[in-house]
Each structure stands twice: as C-alpha cells, then as structure tokens.
C-alpha cells in the first residue's frame, strides 16, 4: 500500500500539470485508494466535483482521508465493485494501475461498465507503465514480470490497450 501511495504522489502533480480539464464538470477517480489523484485534480481546479470509487472497505478509509483534506463537499466517495457497474455521471474517468491488475477479459469488464456511462465527449485516462510496441527493454517488462507473478495481469503496449478498448 505505501509504494501505491507514493507512486500516486509522484504522478498526481504530472497528472494535473499535463491533463486539460477545461470543461470538465466531474471525475470518478476509480479503484481511487487513498484520494492522493482526486485530491490533486480537485485542488488544481476548484471548480471540478469527484466521485472517488474504490472497494467498500477501501471506501472508507478514503472518505476519512477526503474529509482531512478538506475535500468532502466537493468529493463523494463510494465503495462498490467496477465488475458489476461504476458511478455515472462524470466527464472524466481516471484509472491509475487498475487495469494492469487484470486479464484482458476482466478489463474489458471495467471498460465497458465505464463506457456505460460515460458521455459522448467523455475520456477515460488510463495510467499504466506501457510497453513499446516495439518491444524494446524498458521498467515496464520488470512490472511484467511482477504482475505475472502476483496477479493474473499484465503490462500491455499501446495497441494491446487500444484492442481493450475496441472490445469494451
């Protein structure tokens, strides 16, 4: 948990320095953990409201850290499984090291319970390491075989995430 902790402080501030959210009226930050990139986008753009969806107990652990923050007026959060279906009514929907947890079946679960309710000018952020089409050595082959090992996911390239899409 401390080094999703930390990975997610380092990516919150490149996540609101190079995502435009002009426009954007809410954010599901989903399998959201502790609040660390909801908390982010929502301090950078005061105007943005954010649903923070994780597992139940998860959930609630969050809504604690969201109150501390002094975010929970502008944040609500909800326990809930992304297998069965996830909060609509968002602009944007961030997914940060999801759906490397999961098999190509699983995610394409997430994506289409996403796709559900997503508008017609919506986005999905996805952050994941990605392995270059190319192939070539990078970090994200070491995370391969992490995932491999732990989880029945996987790193992917840009082309295996673009193929999750299509099928969701």
């Excluded at 599901?28 to 950078?44: F, H, K, Q």
């Excluded at 609509?88 to 090291?97: E, H, P, R």
């Excluded at 997430?110 to 952050?127: E, F, T, Y």
């Excluded at 070539?136 to 995932?147: E, F, K, S, V």
Aim: one cysteine or more; aromatic letters at 4%.
């Amino acid at each position: 948990m401390g080094a999703m902790q930390g990975l997610s402080e380092l990516v919150a501030g490149e996540l609101v320095r190079l995502v435009d959210f002009v426009g954007v009226q809410r954010v599901a930050d989903i399998g959201g953990s502790g609040g660390t990139l909801m908390s982010a986008v929502l301090d950078a753009h005061a105007d943005i409201g954010g649903i923070l969806f994780d597992l139940p107990e998860v959930a609630e652990r969050a809504s604690s850290a969201i109150e501390a923050r002094n975010l929970g007026g502008r944040c609500h959060v909800l326990g809930g499984d992304f297998f069965a279906s996830v909060p609509g009514g968002t602009d944007v929907y961030i997914l940060k090291q999801i759906l490397h947890d999961w098999n190509d079946e699983q995610c394409v679960t997430i994506l289409s319970n996403i796709a559900k309710g997503l508008p017609i000018n919506g986005r999905v952020l996805i952050l994941e390491m990605v392995i270059p089409d190319d192939r070539t050595p990078t970090a994200a082959q070491l995370m391969d075989l992490n995932m491999l090992a732990v989880l029945p996911g996987r790193e992917r390239t840009r082309s295996e995430y673009a193929t999750l899409f299509r099928d969701a």
